[in-house]
């Protein structure tokens, strides 16, 4: 599989409030912590609506007093039939009234404080942040899509890597076993070995008809942030199953025009040249589908030489086993060979 590193989050950094900015507390690039003050804007205006709110509770809050004050002195005289229901009414209204307007007063401290809190723009998640899109002094607009963008941040522990997988290959891996979960392994493009391990976390709910292929994910610890959001990587996914495999050096596979060959020597000492189909390559070993068979005598050095119908004078040789991936099953047991070694 072929596919790209993306950010497990990313969140684009706009402002809950208006005003100027007045403070810039990081780095461009540099890794933020969740909560980490990011920009400061201009608290003084929303610090004075601030204090008016809480005035405006005084004010209410007094109103209720009296009001409830005024409702009890009328109680003590419906007794004495000094004093009409409907005024008692009146004034349990406005006891009503008054608490109403005492809520919606301590409502408005909260939406003020709130204003001013917002006056600091904190980081909404971990990651590596990218550089700033504004300047200290410059006035931001509050809002979601026509809000003044800040800066962004990518989530990168973990990290996803999103790959297209063929129907066929979905299909086998299904039957064999491969569903959410599974081990895989990455390789970068100036890596040799699949060094990078990680699991499948999801597979999309259906194959795009135009293409025939289907999204799939994985995910992938990432605690150093190398593994950055567009990096281009190989993918193998491992479906838990141990298979054994005739394997020979990546090197000793030849290109004969369109086909590809393995130089083999006879038991007469002759060259002849066997085409072979190809399996994914292992740790610099190659898999052999077909083509081959235990018994053969490959030549592993020397091929250059080597010519089919040309005489080769051969030694007993090794082809090395492969250690499985790490944290995987033995995907693959290479077999021993007979090296030789063409003049």
């Known amino acids: 599989y072929i596919g790209r590193f993306e950010a497990s989050k990313a969140v684009e950094v706009r402002p809950r409030v208006s005003g100027a900015i007045t403070g810039i507390h990081f780095t461009d690039g540099q890794i933020v912590r969740q909560g980490q003050p990011l920009f400061t804007i201009d608290p003084r205006p929303y ?69 001013v809190e917002f006056t600091v723009v904190r980081a909404p998640l971990s990651g590596r942040i990218s550089d700033r899109q504004i300047d200290a002094g410059n006035l931001v607009s509050a809002g979601d899509a026509g809000g003044t963008l800040l800066t962004t941040i990518n989530a990168l522990d973990p990290v996803y890597f999103t790959f297209q997988g063929s129907e066929a290959l979905f299909l086998k891996t299904k039957r064999e076993g491969g569903d959410k979960g599974a081990a895989v392994e990455v390789r970068l493009q100036d890596e040799s070995d699949y060094r990078w391990k990680g699991q499948l976390d999801f597979t999309d709910n259906g194959l795009d008809p135009r293409s025939g292929t289907i999204r799939a994910r994985a995910s992938f610890r990432n605690p150093e942030m190398f593994l950055t959001p567009g990096m281009f990587g190989n993918m193998r996914l491992s479906t838990g199953q141990t298979a054994r495999a005739l394997l020979v050096p990546a090197a000793a596979v030849q290109t004969d025009q369109a086909r590809k060959i393995v130089y083999v020597v006879g038991k007469d000492g002759m060259v002849t040249a066997k085409p072979v189909e190809l399996g994914p390559e292992v740790d610099g070993l190659r898999v052999i589908r077909s083509g081959l068979t235990p018994a053969d005598q490959i030549v592993i050095n020397g091929y250059q030489f080597a010519r089919p119908g040309t005489k080769a004078v051969t030694k007993a040789g090794k082809i090395a086993a492969v250690a499985p991936p790490k944290g995987a099953a033995d995907a693959v047991e290479p077999l021993s060979a007979q090296a030789t070694f063409a003049r």
């Open 47 to 115: 610090r004075a609506a601030l204090a008016e709110a809480r005035a405006s509770a005084a004010s209410a809050r007094s109103d209720l007093a009296l009001a409830r004050l005024e409702l009890e002195r009328a109680g003590r005289l419906v007794d004495v039939e000094a004093v009409s229901q409907s005024e008692i009414d009146r004034l349990r209204a406005r006891v009503n009234a008054a608490n109403a307007a005492l809520a919606g007063a301590d409502a408005r401290i909260a939406a003020r404080a709130l204003d």
